[in-house]
């Protein structure tokens, strides 16, 4: 095994022996001690690159002690050296952007466009953040009584987890560091052991743009590291986005050590297509939200529900699209959709499509024919059609690019169906009738609604969140939830008086 080395150099396509990659703690690269590591993959060829450490109790400890000793002069700084500094976090981020999405692309398999697109979201949050000064404006109420004013203020928490998943590796870390960080607290971040190179990059850049060493630390790990953040008495709120098992485990358990917790789960996202639906435009939009990034999206679309007597023109429709897809190693240009993240993965995909015919479904396209030179974890497109709510390839988030179709009647039985579904992520609804969009925003049950837009993930200024299991407790990601979960709240109650008019008074106060 080689020596510890700066994330930069980590992952080079032509990489011979696997490079280790250790945690950022105090500004610095540190070196695990576990002896336990697990490995980093190019999933387009298959290639073990990388060896991430795994993080002890003690480690964790480390990252959270060093985070919190650099809490006190943090949150002293001002709004204003706070926005500059965010500012400048934009700035080379939005620089370096290209090397992010090229550690994406060689640990997550992503294409690089679709890499790309995932850091520019993640900046939007970035961006959101710079206007510090203004989202932590609190209320002033004068002479609520007599020479007393009121007011209220938001406080960051302090140490701030994050444990992110492999699917967004650059996006979803930014989803939380930059709120967390703007708004005063100190991070620990726990990505993926997947693709964990681009958070160590990141690390990098917002030391080169002056963030205090202490104040953003990674740190790698599973569930030794997960279960020690969480039952850390100094971590004060966690963050997570990940499967929605393992986001009921995070919030119970944080929640249970006294921490605030916002977990953010899995997802199976319908779109509803009513019979007056532009059948190209609806099938170029199933293409496109079911199989992007491999379908490993938590806002992909992963059942179709076509209404009425759309149903066989639209799979017709979907099936014309698919042989023209171009399936092969992300770094390609002419690529645009590359393997999925693990060989494991792979083949669990897959078997939802055996699985799906076993089960009664029509076969429409089998990814499993897909041909690619090498052993990367590639999967070729699956359109299922005739899937029925019983069947595991309904019932399961597959996370990868199978595309089930449900017939329904009416619109009646398609809401029903979402509704019924114990997700509640994203979902959208394709219609040229503008009373049946504006009633099914009404009557959806899920946190994120798109009416002809398929994959409606919020812009920064609002918030990110589903319904149901796909998310647990009261805050949703970014936005105003997500300042509102980095801080909480005081109120100050003043009073001034002029010395003249004071008195001895054992009442309660009141407002008068
Ligand atoms: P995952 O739940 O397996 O892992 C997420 C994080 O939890 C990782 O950092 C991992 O190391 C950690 N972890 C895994 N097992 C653990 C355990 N037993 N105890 C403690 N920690 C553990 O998720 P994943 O496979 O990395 O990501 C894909 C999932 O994330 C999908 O379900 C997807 O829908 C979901 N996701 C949701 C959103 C959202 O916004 N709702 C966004 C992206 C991804």
């Known amino acids: 095994m080689s020596e510890v080395i700066h994330a930069p ?29 697990g490995p980093v993959y190019n999933p387009a060829t298959g290639e ?27 949150r002293a700084l001002s709004l204003s050296r706070r926005a500059e500094l965010m500012f400048r976090i934009r700035e080379l981020v939005h620089t370096h952007r290209e090397d992010i999405a090229r550690f994406l692309t060689l640990e997550h398999g992503k294409v690089l466009s679709d890499a790309l697109g995932e850091v520019t979201r993640g900046l939007e949050v970035v961006e959101h953040a710079c206007g510090i000064p203004t989202l932590l404006q609190g209320r002033y109420s004068e002479q609520v009584s007599t020479g007393i004013d009121v007011y ?146 938590c806002m992909a679309v992963s059942v179709v529900v076509a ?3 759309i149903g066989d023109r639209l799979v017709a429709a979907i099936e014309e699209r698919l042989p023209k897809l171009k399936i092969g190693s992300g770094l390609d240009p002419a690529s645009e959709m590359g393997p999925l993240v693990t060989r494991e993965h792979r083949d669990k995909v897959a078997s939802y499509i055996e699985g799906g015919r076993e089960q009664g479904a029509t076969v429409v396209a089998d990814g499993r024919e897909l041909d690619v030179d090498g052993d990367g974890f590639f999967l070729g497109v699956s359109l299922l059609d005739n899937v029925t ?56 049950d899920a946190g994120m609604v798109g009416i002809n837009v398929p994959i409606p993930v919020p812009v920064a200024y609002y918030s990110f969140g589903g319904w149901k299991s796909s998310l ?26 002029d010395p003249a008019t004071s008195t001895v008074d054992l009442g309660f106060p009141q407002t008068r």
């Open 152 to 297: 209220s203020i938001r406080q960051p928490l302090g140490v701030c987890a994050g444990i992110t998943p492999f699917n967004f590796p650059a996006m979803v870390p930014m989803w939380m560091w930059a709120p967390a960080l703007a708004c005063g607290n100190t991070f620990v971040l726990k990505p993926s052991e997947k693709d964990p190179s681009a958070s160590m990059y990141v690390a990098e850049l917002l030391q080169e743009a002056g963030l205090p060493d202490g104040v953003f630390n990674v740190v790698h790990g599973d569930k030794v590291a997960v279960d020690a953040i969480l039952e850390h008495p100094d971590v004060a709120g966690v963050s997570f986005v990940g499967s929605t098992p393992i986001a009921r485990y995070i919030y119970e358990t944080g929640a249970k050590h006294g921490k605030r917790v916002q977990a953010l789960g899995g997802a199976k996202n319908h779109m509803v297509v009513l019979p007056d639906a532009d059948v190209d435009m609806a099938a170029d939009a199933a293409v496109g939200a079911a199989y992007g990034s491999a379908g490993e999206r």
């Open 389 to 444: 709510p019983e069947m595991d390839a309904y019932r399961d988030e597959i996370f990868g690019p199978v595309l089930s179709v449900v017939r329904a009647e009416t619109y009646d039985e398609a809401v029903r169906l979402a509704n019924e579904n114990p997700y509640g992520n994203g979902v959208a609804i394709f219609t040229r009738d503008g009373g049946a969009a504006r009633r099914f925003q009404f009557e959806i």
């Open 48 to 74: 073990q690159t990388g060896a991430v450490d795994f993080a002890t109790a003690e480690e964790i400890d480390a990252a959270v002690q060093t985070a919190k000793a650099a809490f006190p002069s943090w």
């Open 9 to 37: 150099e980590l992952a080079h396509e032509d990489a011979g022996e696997p490079k280790r990659i250790s945690h950022w703690i105090g500004g610095q690269v540190v070196a695990g001690t576990s002896g336990r590591r």
């Open 472 to 497: 647990f407790g009261d805050s949703h990601i970014y936005g105003p939830e997500g300042i509102n979960f980095y801080t909480r709240g005081k109120v100050v109650t003043s009073r001034w008086p």
């Open 307 to 309: 209404v009425g007597d």
